[in-house]
């Protein structure tokens, strides 16, 4: 039998516990074995050694997490009772304070991630960066958050936000309108970041100005952009084609980032997606930067990141299907040819 005493010190006991002890209900949840107590700031764990030690183990961890960022929400908890270490991904109070841009209503908008951070470091150092990874890890926003602070600290004159028009199982030419109305649905997320960051009154001056436009990636042909800070959007849906396309519209003068999500492809089957080829030819010349986010990233609900991880482990275990049938089809296909001889 071991008995541990634990010193919550130096933090607000509200937030290491939780509201109502939630993160407390969550160790004891993982260590039933453990008999946990907590009075003020001391926390009594009885129980087997081992059992006790490891529980020691990830309370501390806790403890320096809630001291290096300030807060301590309940998805970086059950990460780190899943064995991550959040502090390995997410960008530490000391790094924080290179806030991007002021959005409404005084909101600090600023890397969230040590990925993120490299993608505001590698915008601030190439012309041209490519942001590859899942839903919810927050390269779009990323990326307008940077536009909107060129825009601000009047390095560009304006802000074109462009995606491909790719129905992503949905038909929605049906709809009525014009043709603005039809493709708005396409481009909701970049109004939706914009909205974030630009008082209301403003954002429709810009808008109605063309100092900030939104148009899908077609509209983009036979333009110049230059003094821009460009954003190219869900581009795994963009054709090698369409890519070459808008990125010989980028003027001397331009900054551009294209965001993708290389599992979420929406292109017909005839169809390959040109990102993979433009990953591959352009990410080694200089004045283009890449950064991989991945579901370390992920900002949103704590259950998309599960569900990242789950979906990218039912895309290997088709990969090595797909493989196998390969491999079979060539050996079947040398013994039918040998049987011929």
Do not use: W
């Amino acid at each position: 039998m071991s008995e541990i005493v634990l010193n919550i010190e130096g933090v607000a006991l509200l937030d290491f516990y939780g509201q109502n002890d939630s993160n407390l209900n969550l160790i004891r949840e993982a260590f039933p074995e453990v008999k946990i107590t907590s009075r003020g700031s001391k926390i009594k764990l009885a129980g087997d050694k081992k059992h006790t030690q490891a529980c020691k183990e990830k309370l501390e961890k806790m403890l320096r997490l809630l001291r290096e960022q300030d807060n301590l929400p309940q998805p970086d908890v059950l990460d780190i009772l899943n064995g991550s270490n959040p502090q390995d991904y997410r960008v530490s109070k000391k790094d924080s304070g290179n806030i991007i841009v002021y959005g409404r209503n005084g909101k600090a908008i600023k890397p969230r991630t040590v990925n993120q951070k490299k993608l505001v470091e590698q915008s601030e150092s190439n012309d041209i960066v490519f942001a590859i990874g899942p839903a919810g890890t927050g390269k779009t926003y990323t990326a307008v958050a940077l536009a909107v602070r060129a825009l601000k600290n009047k390095l560009v004159r304006r802000i074109v936000l462009t995606r491909p028009a790719v129905e992503a199982g949905e038909r929605l030419g049906f709809l009525p309108g014009d043709l603005k109305d039809k493709v708005d649905p396409y481009l909701r997320p970049l109004y939706d970041a914009l909205d974030d960051m630009i008082p209301a009154e403003k954002l429709a001056q810009f808008m109605q100005t063309r100092v900030i436009e939104i148009a899908p990636l077609a509209f983009m042909r036979g333009r110049t952009l230059d003094n821009a800070f460009i954003i190219l959007d869900e581009a795994q849906n963009a054709t090698s084609v369409q890519l070459k396309m808008f990125l010989t519209r980028i003027g001397p003068s331009a900054k551009c980032i294209i965001t993708g999500d290389l599992t979420q492809i929406d292109l017909p089957r005839n169809q390959t997606s040109g990102l993979y080829k433009s990953l591959q030819k352009l990410s080694n010349i200089s004045g283009i930067g890449t950064v991989f986010l991945n579901e370390e990233d992920v900002v949103r609900h704590r259950l998309v990141k599960s569900i990242i991880r789950a979906y990218n482990e039912m895309y290997e275990e088709d990969k090595k299907e797909r493989e196998a049938a390969r491999r079979q089809k060539e050996i079947r296909e040398a013994m039918r040819r040998q049987g011929e001889e």
